[in-house]
């Protein structure tokens, strides 16, 4: 298997499953920039949509999208239980939390990167990232993840996002579950693995 990543995207996500599931693969850098790989290829001819994370198969097939690459991964390895049977309530559960990791949190962030978001836009759009955030802050309470035990593929997600925060000036020191959650996965030797093979950890 092959995954494009850009580093500390939210393509980190998949990266953390691939350590955490010990499956084999390749990581390949797709610039966020310059749209190019490191042998020149145009990322656009990977992905026509031009961003990461896309997962290449050993037969060529292209997979693209966090929310079903991250599961596709877990279902390579179910002997990890990172993501619950295919059929069952929980399985149902964790796509509730993929999708709104995706929906709330992930496009959340996602006006206070572009820099053409006007300056007076951002603390509205800030606001009401922090109110969910909150939300998920109450959530945790009382869990060591997502899905309360194992870690899952949600996790590997949420970390991977909420992650963003301190690099947008989004304070969330106050959110004292999110925060200790966020020390427990980055605690873990698959996501330490990730973050080291994309640069984050020295």
Request: net charge neutral; glycine share 6%; charged share 20%.
């Amino acid at each position: 298997m092959k995954l494009y990543y850009s580093t500390g995207a939210c393509s980190l996500a998949p990266h953390i499953v691939l350590h955490e599931a010990g499956l084999a693969h390749e990581s390949v850098l797709a610039s966020t920039k310059t749209h190019k790989l490191p042998d020149g290829t145009d990322f656009y001819s990977i992905n026509p949509l031009g961003y990461v994370p896309v997962l290449e198969l050993d037969d060529g097939t292209r997979l693209r999208e966090c929310q079903a690459i991250v599961q596709y991964l877990a279902d390579q390895a179910p002997q990890k239980n990172l993501a619950p049977a295919n059929g069952t309530l929980p399985r149902y559960r964790l796509q509730e939390w993929l999708s709104f990791i995706s929906s709330e949190v992930h496009k959340g962030f996602g006006p206070l990167w572009a820099p053409n978001t006007p300056a007076e836009y951002k603390p509205m759009v800030t606001e009401r990232l922090l109110g969910r955030l909150k939300w998920l802050d109450g959530e945790l309470a009382g869990k060591q993840y997502l899905m309360g035990d194992p870690f899952s593929v949600a996790d590997a997600y949420l970390f991977t996002v909420t992650n963003w925060a301190q690099y947008l000036s989004v304070d969330i020191s106050h959110l004292k579950n999110l925060v200790a959650y966020r020390e427990r996965i980055a605690a873990r030797p698959g996501v330490q693995a990730a973050m080291r093979a994309e640069g984050l950890l020295k």
